[in-house]
């Protein structure tokens, strides 16, 4: 099992950067593939990027490809997700996930943090 703590969200304004980190604890981080996602207000969970055990492969949504940037720190145990050209649209609250797949679909990640909000304004 791992616990997953999220931290770096805050209230920011349109065109700046957040990164946001994940550290992990428990289980061997680098036993896990890991996720982004995020959830805004009325609309279902979705994901944001994802990341393989070894860092080798990472893929994103076509909604932030080319603004975020997933990354990982097994010695740290930590994942990071860059953020750079914030927009409103991205306003929401971010959680990180671990599972046993590199994979954008959320019921594959078994582990959860409890989330950090990221609020843009226009």
């Known amino acids: 099992q791992v616990q997953l703590v999220e931290s770096g969200g805050g209230l920011v304004q349109a065109g700046v950067s957040l990164r946001l980190s994940c550290v992990a604890s428990g289980r061997a981080f680098d036993s896990y593939a890991m996720g982004w996602f995020r959830q805004a207000p009325g609309k279902e969970r979705e994901f944001v990027a994802g990341i393989r055990r070894l860092a080798s492969t990472t893929f994103y949504a076509d909604s932030v490809k080319g603004r975020f940037t997933i990354s990982r720190d097994n010695a740290k145990n930590t994942l990071y997700l860059q953020m750079n050209s914030l927009k409103p649209e991205d306003t929401a609250v971010y959680y990180c996930?671990?599972?046993?797949?590199?994979?954008?679909?959320?019921?594959?990640?078994?582990?959860w943090g409890q989330g950090t909000q990221v609020t843009v304004s226009s």
């Open positions: 996930a671990a599972g046993p797949d590199a994979t954008s679909a959320t019921y594959r990640f078994y582990y």
